[in-house]
């Protein structure tokens, strides 16, 4: 072990230069125009996992964007672990907003900003680079590994679920390590025992035929953007989801989830500080990280409409958008979901006007796994060792859609081991990681295949 860890010691200013050549890659899964580059950031990643070592490596398509796979079996009788990440990204919008160019990994103020370096690049990498480590060291890992990055996360893994069923047989593992994800906060370690499930639909409030002159036709015509306003008004009560139905599936949070939440130093002052929000807002009765991580929520992404230029013009708009996303828990359906909000909107637009409902992306269910499971305590062991204390049990309040599906189609638990933090402007401008974090994260992953080849996971 003490010669892998020296490898990955001595190799660290190259892997940094190969993070810069990652980061350069514009892998934004959402935009046709790059469709190009998301391909060649999974050709990069396929590039480099040959180079790591003996692992067969291949690409699988799909109807959109490829996936990666790979694939060691030299540690006969120890466990399959699987590992997981993404190389598609955010858009880098708005671009007057950061402060170096969003492809060019910078490093300033001990940080590294670039689009993607924290989700989920940096952290997707550590493991390739750990297997390396092993063979450059002329040590074996101690698991036997397979690898899956895909390039459509950012978009709900819209492909991934029917590859991961069509090649069940390859994937077949005892534990999933998860690369995305990410801890709570920089100054500890934490382990994530869950992520919610996501829906998403938008709709469109069409009034006349065309924009209008709003002196010539106001009062006498219904604005769209008003009537959007008062149906996206209409979607809550003092916090709480007003859709009819909404909470029928939600359980209460468990016992130990609760005990977790209470162990945990938050200073919510400081964190609406350090957001630049005057206060919180959510749920009733439920504190500020319970409604985040634990509970399910309804938030509108978009609303637009009418003229958007310098100065006015003054216009009655024929048409206004709104964009919705639920964030869902355990026994939330989203198609379920969707219907009843769906419902909602239909019953409070106004007769003045037109509604158009679209649903987004696929849904993807919430996900938890017990802190109790042999796999989390073998990361937890881990953390512990590389960080000197132990992580703390948090969950997560965004979505990683693939999980559920290894759950249902490979019968396994998925461990979140990412070593992104929650603070570095993920999905903003000015996305940044942290070196030490990248040394640390090497470690880890070099760790943790040693402890759970002693594990039976």
């Known amino acids: 072990m003490n010669a892998v860890l020296k490898t990955l010691a001595e190799n660290e200013s190259r892997y940094l230069r190969e993070l810069a050549e990652f980061v350069a890659i514009p892998s934004v899964s959402t935009d046709p125009a790059h469709a190009a580059d998301v391909r060649r950031a999974a050709d990069w990643v396929a590039a480099r996992l040959r180079k790591a070592g003996p692992i067969e490596v291949e690409t699988w398509e799909t109807p959109r964007h490829p996936a990666i796979f790979?694939?060691?079996?030299?540690?006969?009788?120890?466990?399959?672990?699987?590992?997981?990440?993404?190389?598609?990204?955010?858009?880098?919008?708005?671009?007057?907003?950061?402060?170096?160019?969003?492809?060019?990994?910078?490093?300033?103020?001990?940080?590294?900003?670039?689009?993607?370096?924290?989700?989920?690049?940096?952290?997707?990498?550590?493991?390739?680079?750990?297997?390396?480590?092993?063979?450059?060291?002329?040590?074996?890992?101690?698991?036997?590994?397979?690898?899956?990055?895909?390039?459509?996360?950012?978009?709900?893994?819209?492909?991934?679920?029917?590859?991961?069923?069509?090649?069940?047989?390859?994937?077949?593992?005892?534990?999933?390590?998860?690369?995305?994800?990410?801890?709570?906060r920089p100054e500890v370690p934490s382990i994530t025992v869950s992520s919610r499930g996501l829906a998403a639909l938008s709709f469109t409030v069409r009034g006349p035929r065309h924009d209008l002159h709003s002196g010539r036709h106001g009062g006498g015509v219904a604005n769209p953007l008003h009537a959007a306003a008062e149906i996206v008004a209409s979607l809550h009560d003092d916090g709480r989801v007003a859709v009819e139905g909404f909470y029928d599936d939600v359980e209460e949070i468990e016992p130990a989830l609760s005990k977790a939440l209470e162990r945990l130093t938050f200073d919510e002052h400081k964190y609406l500080a350090e957001i630049g929000a005057p206060a919180g807002f959510g749920?009733?009765?439920?504190?500020?990280?319970?409604?985040?991580?634990?509970?399910?929520?309804?938030?509108?992404?978009?609303?637009?409409?009418?003229?958007?230029?310098?100065?006015?013009?003054?216009?009655?708009?024929?048409?206004?958008?709104?964009?919705?996303?639920?964030?869902?828990?355990?026994?939330?359906?989203?198609?379920?979901?969707?219907?009843?909000?769906?419902?909602?909107?239909?019953?409070?637009?106004?007769?003045?006007?037109?509604?158009?409902?679209?649903?987004?992306?696929?849904?993807?269910?919430?996900?938890?796994?017990?802190?109790?499971?042999?796999?989390?305590?073998?990361?937890?062991?881990?953390?512990?060792?590389?960080?000197?204390?132990?992580?703390?049990?948090?969950?997560?309040?965004?979505?990683?859609?693939?999980?559920?599906?290894?759950?249902?189609?490979?019968?396994?638990?998925?461990?979140?081991?990412s070593f992104s933090t929650a603070d570095e402007n993920i999905h903003a401008p000015n996305e940044f990681y942290r070196p030490e974090r990248f040394r640390l994260g090497l470690q880890a992953w070099a760790r943790v295949w040693r402890r759970l080849s002693g594990e039976r996971v």
Request: hydrophobic letters at 40%; proline letters at 8%.
């Open 70 to 184: 790979g694939r060691w079996n030299g540690a006969s009788g120890a466990p399959t672990v699987l590992i997981y990440g993404h190389v598609d990204v955010q858009p880098a919008e708005p671009l007057e907003l950061w402060h170096s160019p969003p492809f060019v990994l910078t490093e300033r103020n001990g940080r590294l900003y670039g689009r993607g370096v924290s989700d989920d690049k940096a952290s997707m990498l550590q493991p390739i680079l750990a297997a390396e480590a092993f063979f450059l060291s002329g040590e074996k890992p101690p698991v036997n590994l397979r690898f899956l990055f895909e390039a459509e996360e950012e978009i709900g893994s819209v492909d991934l679920p029917d590859l991961v069923r069509a090649r069940r047989d390859a994937l077949a593992c005892d534990v999933v390590l998860s690369a995305d994800g990410g801890m709570w």
């Open 283 to 417: 749920e009733p009765g439920y504190g500020m990280l319970a409604r985040q991580w634990y509970r399910p929520t309804l938030e509108v992404n978009g609303f637009y409409g009418g003229y958007q230029g310098p100065g006015s013009k003054t216009v009655l708009p024929t048409e206004a958008h709104v964009k919705l996303t639920c964030r869902l828990v355990p026994n939330q359906r989203s198609d379920d979901v969707l219907a009843k909000v769906r419902r909602h909107l239909e019953l409070r637009c106004p007769p003045s006007v037109n509604l158009t409902i679209e649903e987004g992306h696929e849904g993807a269910q919430a996900y938890r796994v017990s802190p109790d499971s042999p796999a989390v305590r073998a990361a937890a062991e881990t953390l512990t060792e590389v960080f000197g204390v132990p992580p703390e049990i948090v969950g997560m309040g965004g979505t990683v859609p693939i999980v559920t599906t290894f759950r249902d189609v490979l019968g396994v638990d998925t461990v979140f081991f």
